[in-house]
T-cell receptor
Framework: GIQVEQSPPDLILQEGANSTLRCNFSDSVNNLQWFHQNPWGQLINLFYIPSGTKQNGRLSATTVATERYSLLYISSSQTTDSGVYFCAVSKGGSEKLVFGKGTKLTVNP | KAGVTQTPRYLIKTRGQQVTLSCSPISGHRSVSWYQQTPGQGLQFLFEYFSETQRNKGNFPGRFSGRQFSNSRSEMNVSTLELGDSALYLC????????????FGSGTQLSVL
């Protein structure tokens, strides 16, 4: 099956710093999503981005499908950005996503 | 619009018991899928239902089962609980389970003692 690798596994930032999270996947996909899991366990969908670039406020994402990777950019980080960021992919629909192990982000005030 | 609702939020059971978890999808969503999250294995797909039919199943033993009702609400059941079943169980919904955003509930934290 598809393998998903996320890096770095852990990231510690000071408030206001920028960061880039990476997701590599082992096969062609037509579904890629980024999620943020907050400290209470809630998974929030950040982007549906099988290809191209999208932006939402301080967050943006780019997926280069031909090279099998995606990047999540967080600018001017805030303490509320803390949590675990997951990349998930599938070759088909959203019903059977394969998740990476996540990047744990800690933003200190 | 209400999000995906899961009940109960926390559950404590003992080995050998069975448990039923409930999920109400976002209004209008017909695809409901379930995931198990553990510290060791991460997030793993359990199964997916669409229009009351199981469309996909992950690599879990037959003790894990589910169903979907005509109003798209879904339940999952775990029989003969084992210690290793302790996990956060997450339900997610989407309109049709295709190439679209997936929305998750807050999960049910199951502890098996």
């Amino acid at each position: 099956g598809i393998q998903v690798e996320q890096s770095p596994p852990d990231l510690i930032l000071q408030e206001g710093a920028n960061s880039t999270l990476r997701c590599n996947f082992s096969d062609s996909v037509n579904n890629l999503q980024w999620f943020h899991q907050n400290p209470w366990g809630q998974l929030i969908n950040l982007f549906y981005i099988p290809s191209g670039t999208k932006q939402n406020g301080r967050l943006s994402a780019t997926t280069v499908a031909t090279e099998r990777y995606s990047l999540l950019y967080i600018s001017s980080s805030q303490t509320t950005d803390s949590g675990v960021y997951f990349c998930a992919v599938s070759k088909g629909g959203s019903e059977k996503l394969v998740f990476g192990k996540g990047t744990k982000l800690t933003v200190n005030p | 619009k209400a999000g995906v609702t899961q009940t109960p939020r926390y559950l404590i059971k003992t080995r050998g018991q069975q448990v039923t978890l409930s999920c109400s999808p976002i209004s209008g969503h017909r695809s409901v899928s379930w995931y198990q999250q553990t510290p060791g294995q991460g997030l793993q797909f359990l199964f997916e239902y669409f229009s009351e039919t199981q469309r996909n199943k992950g690599n879990f033993p037959g003790r894990f089962s589910g169903r979907q009702f005509s109003n798209s609400r879904s339940e999952m059941n775990v029989s003969t609980l084992e210690l290793g079943d302790s996990a956060l169980y997450l339900c997610a919904s989407s309109f049709w389970g295709g190439e679209e955003k997936l929305f998750f509930g807050s999960g049910t934290q199951l502890s098996v003692l």
